[in-house]
C-alpha cells in the first residue's frame, strides 16, 4: 500500500513499531457521562454489550485539567449459519486513560497522557475448549479437526509534552517523550508470545518570519531519537515434542531435546535505534505556499543514513481552487515488521517470515498533484477534488513462494524485487447543505505493477508448494513404464538428484536388471532393497492375525504392501540426505493416500512429489 499524503518533513513513526494511537481531545469544561449499549446479532444468542465512561475536570483559573475515559465490551461469538465456525470472533475488551495538562506560565504547558487496554479475541470452533483441544478431532468430542486462532493483548501507553512560546508568537519550543509496551500471547496452530517496547524522544523548533525572503514563513527544525525492542516465540513446547515423538516414537533425552528443537520455530529478537534529524520551511500567504524539507534517518541495521527530501507548491488562483503540488521520498528499513511473527498464519498452517542476508532498504519516490475546488451556492456547499498520485519504488521487497522447512511449517523469505510502480487518479465530490445533511462519493483508479514480474508461488496451479528448492528426491520405482517416464521428468522439471528404491516383496517379477535400467535412465543410485521378511513379519501376519478383508472380501494383498514399500523410502531419504520423496500412484486411487500418510505421519517435514497429480502428460498412448 502507497499512503498519498502532503508532502512534509516532519517526525512519522517508524514502520517497524506497533504503535497504536488513542487520540483524546483536551478538556475544556467540567462533565461527565456514563452509557452502555447492547446490541443484538441477527436475531441470535449472540450480543455486543459496551459500557463506557468519559469524565473531564478543569480548574477555576484553565491552568490544569485532566480528561479520564474508559470502556468496557463484550461480544459473544457469532456463528451465522450454524456450521460451528464463527463469523465474528468473541470480543473481551477493557480500556482506561487520561489525557491531562498543567499551564506552568502564561506562554508554557506540560502535557501528560496515559491509556491501558487489555484485548482478547477468539475465532473459530471450539469456543468453550482450549485452542489446542479445540484442534483435535479426537479430543474436541467432533472427529473433525478444528479451527482456532486467539490473541490476547495488554497494551501500555504513556507521553509527556512540554511546549513553550514566545508572546509574539515567533519562537515556539517542545520536548517529547512517548512509550509503549505491548505484551502479546496468542494462538495461530501453535502458542506464541510476543512483547514489543517502542519509545520516542525529541525536540521541535518552530521559528515564523515576518518575511523570509520573499513572504512570510515558518522555520521547522528537530531532531528525534526511537528505540524498538522487539521479542516474539513460539511456546508450544507439547505441539513441538508431537512432532519430534512422529518423527522418532523411540526419542528420549538429549536426542528427544535435539528434535523438539529441530521442530520449534526460531524465535525472533530484535532491537532498532533510529537517530533522526530533520528541518522545512514553508513560505505561504493567501495565494501561494512553498515548502522545501529534509529528514535524515539513521537505522541501526543499516551501514548508511538515509536523506529523505520532500517538497510542496500550493496555489490559489481565486479564493474557490486550490492547486497542489508536491514531491516526496521515503523508505523502509530492512527490519523484522508485524507480519514476520510467529502469529503468521496461512490455510491453518504456521507461516514465518525471513530476511534474505542481503536485504537493502525499499526506496520510494512519489509525486502527487490535486485540483480542489469548493463553492457555495446558497445554502449549499459543494466540494469537488481530482488527484493524480505516482509512486516509484524501488529495491521492492517481495515474498518468496512459502517452503516447507525441516519442522514441518512454512517459510517465506522477504527479498528485494526488481522495482515497482504504483499510479491512478482519484475524483471525489461533496455537497452539505446548512452542516445538516451531507452527500459524499468517489471514486478511485490504481494500477501497481512489477517492473519485472515477479513469483508468488512455486507452480503453475498455485498451491503454495516448495517444490522449487528440491534438490534431491527418493523415488518408489518398479522399472516399468510410469516410474521410468516419472524418473527422467523428475530431473529434467526439478533439475535434481534421482535415487530409486525398488522393494523385493517377494513378488514372481525378476528385480535382476532393474537397477541397470534405472542408472541408465539417469538416477544417480539405484537401491534394490529385500523387504520380504520385514513384510512377512510385521505387515501379513499382523494382519492375518486381524482377519483384515479388503471390503469384507479377500485378505489384504497391494494395500498392505504400500507402508511396507513407504517405510524403506523415508529410511533411504534420511540416509541420503533427500528433500522429497515422489510415488507413481495417479491421482484416482486409494495407493497415493497410503503412500502420504505414511510419509506425514513418520517423516512429516518430508516433502512429497506426486507426478500423476502435477504432469501434463494426460495418457500413457
Request: proline share 4%; charged share 25%; with cysteine.
Amino acid at each position: 500500500n502507497v499512503l498519498i499524503r502532503k508532502a512534509t518533513a516532519l517526525p512519522t513513526f517508524s514502520p517497524a513499531s506497533s504503535t497504536i494511537n488513542i487520540i483524546t481531545k483536551e478538556p475544556i469544561r467540567n462533565s461527565g457521562s456514563f452509557g452502555h449499549t447492547i446490541s443484538n446479532l441477527d436475531g441470535s444468542g449472540a450480543y455486543d454489550n459496551n459500557t463506557t465512561l468519559n469524565l473531564s475536570w478543569v480548574s477555576s483559573d484553565n491552568k490544569m485539567g485532566a480528561y479520564i475515559y474508559g470502556q468496557n465490551r463484550y461480544r459473544s461469538a457469532w456463528d451465522s449459519n450454524g456450521d460451528g465456525f464463527s463469523e465474528l470472533p468473541k470480543l473481551k475488551n477493557q480500556t482506561i486513560g487520561f489525557n491531562g495538562f498543567y499551564k506552568t506560565s502564561a506562554y508554557s504547558k506540560l502535557n501528560i497522557e496515559y491509556h491501558h487496554m487489555e484485548e482478547y479475541r477468539r475465532g473459530g470452533s471450539g469456543m468453550k475448549l482450549p485452542p489446542h483441544i479445540a484442534e483435535d478431532p479426537e479430543l474436541n468430542g467432533t472427529g473433525e479437526a478444528g479451527l482456532v486462532e486467539q490473541l490476547q493483548h495488554s497494551i501500555n501507553t504513556g507521553s509527556l509534552k512540554f511546549n513553550l512560546f514566545t508572546p509574539n508568537q515567533k519562537h515556539n519550543l517542545s520536548f517529547y517523550a512517548s512509550g509503549q509496551h505491548i505484551h502479546r500471547d496468542s494462538y495461530y496452530s501453535a502458542y506464541g508470545r510476543t512483547t514489543d517496547f517502542t519509545g520516542v524522544m525529541g525536540a521541535q523548533y518552530i521559528y515564523s518570519f515576518d518575511k523570509c525572503l520573499f513572504m512570510p514563513a515558518d522555520l521547522t527544525g528537530g531532531i528525534e531519537f526511537s528505540h524498538d525492542d522487539l521479542d516474539d516465540r513460539a511456546t508450544d513446547k507439547q505441539k513441538y515434542r508431537e512432532a519430534a515423538l512422529a518423527e522418532d516414537p523411540t526419542a528420549t533425552g538429549q536426542h528427544l531435546q535435539e528434535l523438539i528443537e529441530k521442530y520449534t520455530p526460531a524465535s525472533l529478537h530484535q532491537i532498532i535505534n533510529v537517530w533522526s534529524a530533520y528541518a522545512q520551511n514553508e513560505w505561504k500567504n493567501d495565494k501561494w505556499s512553498f515548502l522545501i524539507g529534509g529528514r535524515v534517518d539513521k537505522n541501526s541495521i543499516m551501514d548508511k543514513a538515509v536523506f529523505s527530501p520532500r517538497a510542496n507548491v500550493r496555489y490559489n488562483p481565486t479564493a474557490d481552487v486550490n492547486l497542489r503540488l508536491s514531491y516526496a521520498e521515503g523508505f523502509r528499513a530492512p527490519q523484522a515488521f508485524d507480519e514476520d511473527l510467529h502469529i503468521s498464519n496461512v490455510g491453518g498452517a504456521r507461516v514465518s517470515i525471513v530476511r534474505d542476508p542481503n536485504l537493502k532498504e525499499e526506496r520510494s519516490r512519489s509525486v502527487n498533484g490535486s485540483v480542489d475546488w469548493y463553492h457555495y451556492f446558497g445554502d449549499f456547499q459543494v466540494n469537488m477534488l481530482l488527484e493524480g498520485f505516482y509512486t516509484k519504488l524501488s529495491d521492492p521487497f517481495v515474498l518468496s513462494a512459502p517452503v516447507e522447512s525441516e519442522n514441518g511449517s512454512l517459510v517465506q523469505t522477504r527479498s528485494n524485487g526488481s522495482g515497482a510502480k504504483v499510479y491512478g487518479s482519484t475524483l471525489e465530490g461533496k455537497i452539505v447543505w446548512r452542516n445538516k445533511v451531507q452527500i459524499q462519493a468517489g471514486i478511485t483508479v490504481q494500477r501497481s505493477l512489477y517492473d519485472e514480474p515477479e513469483e508468488w508461488s512455486a507452480d503453475k496451479e498455485h498451491l503454495g508448494s516448495s517444490m522449487q528448492d528440491v534438490k534431491k528426491v527418493v523415488l518408489a520405482y518398479s522399472g516399468g513404464l510410469d516410474t521410468s517416464v516419472i524418473l527422467k521428468w523428475l530431473i529434467e522439471t526439478y533439475h535434481c538428484e534421482v535415487i530409486t528404491c525398488t522393494a523385493d516383496l517377494g513378488q514372481p517379477e525378476d528385480l535382476s536388471g532393474v537397477e541397470e535400467k534405472a542408472l541408465k535412465t539417469g538416477a544417480s543410485k539405484a537401491y534394490v532393497v529385500d523387504l520380504r521378511e520385514e513384510m512377512a513379519r510385521d505387515f501379513v501376519f499382523p494382519m492375518m492375525r486381524g482377519a483384515a478383508r479388503y471390503e469384507n472380501r479377500y485378505m489384504l494383498g497391494t494395500s498392505i504392501a504400500r507402508p511396507c514399500i513407504t517405510k524403506a523410502l523415508i529410511d533411504i531419504a534420511r540416509k541420503e540426505g533427500a528433500d522429497a520423496i515422489a510415488h507413481g500412484a495417479t491421482g484416482k486411487g486409494n495407493d497415493q493416500v497410503r503412500f502420504e500418510l505414511t510419509i506425514k505421519s513418520r517423516a512429516p517435514h518430508m516433502k512429497i512429489i506426486a507426478p500423476w497429480r502435477t504432469w501434463d502428460i494426460k495418457t500413457r498412448e
